[in-house]
């Protein structure tokens, strides 16, 4: 598969398999093509040659419907219109469902309300969207892609803007959706250690390029972090999740005399 923006080529000869039922997490350095690929699975791009198959069809000759009853999308930014509420804009992921015969339900409502509680914007529900914080914007957002009740979601980057504990949050109700629901996930994240604690499967690219797949206790190396990030590291078992631990090599302190310079609030 080639992905290109006009005559920029992104990657070439890319070929990926996301397995079913599965926490895919995809990592790599900024402008990899991370969010590309993305792009791409999601039918947001259309590859210049090759094609992307969603069991077994080409998603760019599925109908919209059915790619949107079957695919939720996050990008990673995301514009809401001016006014919008927060339940307004949840509410919004609803609509694949909607049709000449099936308008909203009592069933829409209910998981307009249970995926506003499940990303903790349940007290939020009135407020206009453009009031809220970065952090608080991105919850929104992922409860709208809840709502939209698809097996298959797909999310670019969803701990941006957030503090570490609600990243875990959003990490954490990310595992519950693969664990519990059966849903598949494909995750863009930068957190190499976030990556290898919750993937399933982890795709490592790097300049357009799948260095790397598998779960990760198998690929997650030293050299392929440094293959991968340029970063010299060693890699351990998390002491909380057994999982694969990045440590990166300590800086070298330079032998020049400390700064005397001070700074000082009154």
């Not at 608080?136 to 409860?143: G, K, P, S």
Request: aromatic letters at 4%.
């Amino acid at each position: 598969m080639r992905l290109a923006y006009e005559r920029r080529i992104i990657a070439e000869e890319l070929t990926v398999a996301i397995p079913d039922r599965s926490f895919t997490v995809i990592i790599g350095p900024n402008a990899c093509g991370k969010s590309t690929l993305l792009r791409a699975l999601s039918r947001m791009l259309k590859p210049t040659a090759g094609a992307v198959l969603l069991d077994g069809e080409d998603i760019h000759t599925l109908p919209a419907r059915k790619v949107a009853r079957t695919l939720g999308l996050l990008p990673q930014s995301s514009i809401a219109p001016d006014g919008i509420s927060v339940a307004e804009l949840v509410a919004r992921g609803r609509y694949p469902h909607q049709g000449l015969l099936r308008q909203w339900s009592r069933d829409d409502e209910r998981v307009v309300e249970e995926s506003m509680a499940a990303t903790g914007v349940a007290d939020l529900a009135d407020r206009p969207v453009d009031e809220l914080s970065g952090g608080q914007r991105q919850r929104v957002w992922i409860a709208m892609a809840l709502a939209q009740q698809t097996p298959l979601l797909m999310l670019d980057e969803p701990t941006t803007y957030l503090d570490i504990a609600h990243q875990i949050e959003i990490l954490d109700l990310c595992a519950h959706l693969h664990e519990e629901q059966g849903r598949t996930l494909v995750v863009v994240l930068h957190d190499l250690n976030h990556a290898a604690r919750y993937a399933t499967h982890l795709i490592a690219m790097r300049e357009g390029r799948v260095m790397a797949a598998g779960n990760p206790r198998d690929i997650v190396t030293a050299d392929l972090v440094e293959q991968v990030f340029g970063l010299p590291c060693r890699v351990i078992d998390d002491p909380e999740s057994g999982t694969p631990m990045v440590i990166p090599a300590a800086r070298r302190r330079a032998d020049a005399t400390p700064s005397t310079a001070a700074m000082e609030l009154a």
